[in-house]
């Protein structure tokens, strides 16, 4: 298993020790993907003191090394640790600002910790509704080009390219794949992302909000998918405020708020104890 992430500074003193990888899902013959121990991020946020000068008196702050006023530290993830293992579906759920996105940003290599560390067997995908596409290039050009960043060959590519338009329907109105991405709605450039990205096996893949875009018969596409690449032996990551599709797609959840795992266990048991709280 590969480390992608190393120790970094220690975190705050207040911050306990790292505590036991958790029971739950640790069964000997299942073979471990990602593994997080006592993981701390910490985003610096850089204010922009009397907010004069803009640019240039942040060049000449750059230039003269001098600090910019008003840096402030937010601890957007306080020593998470669990472990996901080869075919497990996993819901991260939590109110907006929990740090369900920076966990995953973390497990995908993007964000090195503050303190702890993130193993991970084979190389994690990360799907976001933001995922980089080129606005300026057609539908068609973009599943080429998404599918070669993924490690597919040119012929895997052709071969595909039909599933992929039209698991993601945006024909269904008209020949969009011919159009700039920029003519897209929000809605249909999600779709594409998705079903560029799970046109793919992959070892650990991970989807933040991408169910929440189109209509329902999408979202069952899309479900259906997530239970074909955990029976290729994948694990899944998804990150959702639509508890419904949660508890379709995933059977087991972890629930973080503010930055700390609260609940990690069954999806009926969690999601309930999560909805009993926003009560």
Same mark, same amino acid.
């Given at each position: 298993?590969?480390?992608?992430?190393?120790?970094?500074?220690?975190?705050?003193?207040?911050?306990?020790?790292?505590?036991?990888?958790?029971?739950?899902?640790?069964?000997?013959?299942?073979?471990?993907?990602?593994?997080?121990?006592?993981?701390?991020?910490?985003?610096?946020?850089?204010? &922009?003191?009397? *907010?004069? /000068?803009?640019? #240039?008196?942040?060049?000449?702050?750059?230039?003269?090394?001098? @600090?910019? !006023? +008003?840096?402030?530290?937010?601890?957007?993830?306080?020593?998470?640790?669990?472990?996901?293992?080869?075919?497990?579906?996993?819901?991260?759920? &939590?109110?907006? *600002?929990? /740090?369900?996105? #920076?966990?995953?940003?973390?497990?995908?290599?993007?964000?090195? @910790?503050? !303190? +702890?560390?993130?193993?991970?067997?084979?190389?994690?995908?990360?799907?976001?509704?933001?995922?980089?596409?080129?606005?300026?290039?057609?539908?068609?050009?973009?599943?080429?080009?998404?599918?070669?960043?993924?490690?597919?060959?040119?012929?895997?590519?052709?071969?595909?390219?039909?599933?992929?338009?039209?698991?993601?329907?945006?024909?269904?109105?008209?020949?969009?794949?011919?159009?700039?991405?920029?003519?897209?709605?929000?809605?249909?450039?999600?779709?594409?992302?998705?079903?560029?990205?799970?046109?793919?096996?992959?070892?650990?893949?991970?989807?933040?909000?991408?169910?929440?875009?189109?209509?329902?018969?999408?979202?069952?596409?899309?479900?259906?998918?997530?239970?074909?690449?955990?029976?290729?032996?994948?694990?899944?990551?998804?990150?959702?405020?639509?508890?419904?599709?949660?508890?379709?797609?995933?059977?087991?959840?972890?629930?973080?708020?503010?930055?700390?795992?609260?609940?990690?266990?069954?999806?009926?048991?969690?999601?309930?104890?999560?909805?009993?709280?926003?009560?």
């Amino acid at each position: 298993m590969a480390e992608t992430t190393v120790k970094h500074p220690p975190a705050p003193a207040s911050e306990p020790a790292p505590s036991p990888v958790p029971e739950y899902g640790t069964a000997d013959d299942r073979t471990p993907t990602v593994i997080c121990d006592n993981v701390h991020i910490v985003y610096k946020v850089h204010g &922009g003191g009397s *907010g004069k /000068g803009g640019a #240039t008196a942040a060049l000449q702050r750059i230039v003269r090394r001098k @600090p910019s !006023a +008003g840096v402030r530290e937010v601890h957007a993830v306080k020593g998470v640790t669990f472990v996901a293992h080869k075919g497990e579906a996993i819901g991260l759920i &939590g109110s907006n *600002g929990s /740090g369900k996105s #920076t966990l995953l940003r973390a497990v995908a290599g993007l964000l090195p @910790p503050a !303190a +702890g560390r993130v193993y991970t067997h084979g190389q994690p995908s990360l799907l976001g509704v933001n995922a980089a596409l080129m606005n300026d290039l057609t539908g068609e050009r973009n599943v080429v080009l998404g599918g070669l960043a993924m490690g597919m060959s040119r012929q895997e590519v052709r071969d595909r390219y039909p599933g992929i338009v039209e698991f993601s329907g945006i024909n269904e109105k008209g020949d969009f794949v011919s159009l700039p991405m920029r003519t897209y709605s929000s809605g249909m450039a999600a779709r594409l992302r998705f079903s560029i990205a799970a046109a793919k096996s992959h070892d650990v893949l991970m989807i933040d909000e991408a169910l929440a875009t189109g209509d329902r018969a999408f979202q069952k596409r899309s479900e259906a998918r997530i239970r074909e690449l955990r029976a290729e032996a994948g694990t899944v990551f998804l990150v959702s405020h639509n508890n419904t599709a949660i508890r379709d797609t995933c059977d087991r959840v972890l629930w973080l708020e503010k930055g700390e795992l609260v609940m990690d266990g069954p999806t009926d048991e969690v999601v309930t104890a999560y909805e009993k709280s926003a009560k």
